[in-house]
C-alpha cells in the first residue's frame, strides 16, 4: 500500500476515532484529566445524576443534555502517554546498536 492509499484510509476512518492532546505543566491536571478518559464504565466516573425536570438554569438543562448523551454513547480512550513513546525508540534505537 502506498503513501497516499495508507493516509486515505486514515481519513476514511476518522469517524471512528478521535485524538485529544493534553498538554501542561507538573501537576496542572492532564494525567487526572487522561485517567477519566480512559475510565472503562460510564457508572465509575461517578458523576452528579442530572435532575430531569424544574430546571432552574440553562446549565442545568445543558448537563442533562450532555450527562445523558455520555451514558449512552460512553467508550473509554485508549491514552498513549509521551513518556511510552520516547521510551519505545529508545529502546528500538538501543537494540539496534
Known amino acids: ?7 486515505t484510509t486514515v481519513y476514511n476512518e ?15 491536571g492532564c494525567s487526572e484529566a487522561a485517567s477519566i478518559l480512559e475510565t472503562a464504565n460510564f457508572e465509575d466516573l461517578n458523576l ?9 438554569s440553562k446549565d442545568e438543562r445543558k448537563y ?3 450527562y445523558d ?3 449512552s454513547n460512553w467508550e473509554p ?4 502517554r509521551m513518556s511510552d513513546i520516547i521510551f519505545s525508540f529508545l529502546l528500538g534505537f538501543f537494540t539496534k546498536a
Open 48 to 56: 452528579k445524576v442530572p435532575k430531569n425536570q424544574d430546571f432552574h
Open 64 to 66: 442533562k443534555i450532555i
Open 77 to 80: 480512550f485508549y491514552v498513549l
Open 14 to 28: 476518522r469517524s471512528n476515532f478521535i485524538i485529544i492532546g493534553l498538554t501542561g505543566r507538573t501537576g496542572s
Open 69 to 71: 448523551y455520555a451514558k
Open 1 to 7: 500500500m502506498n503513501t497516499r492509499d495508507c493516509v
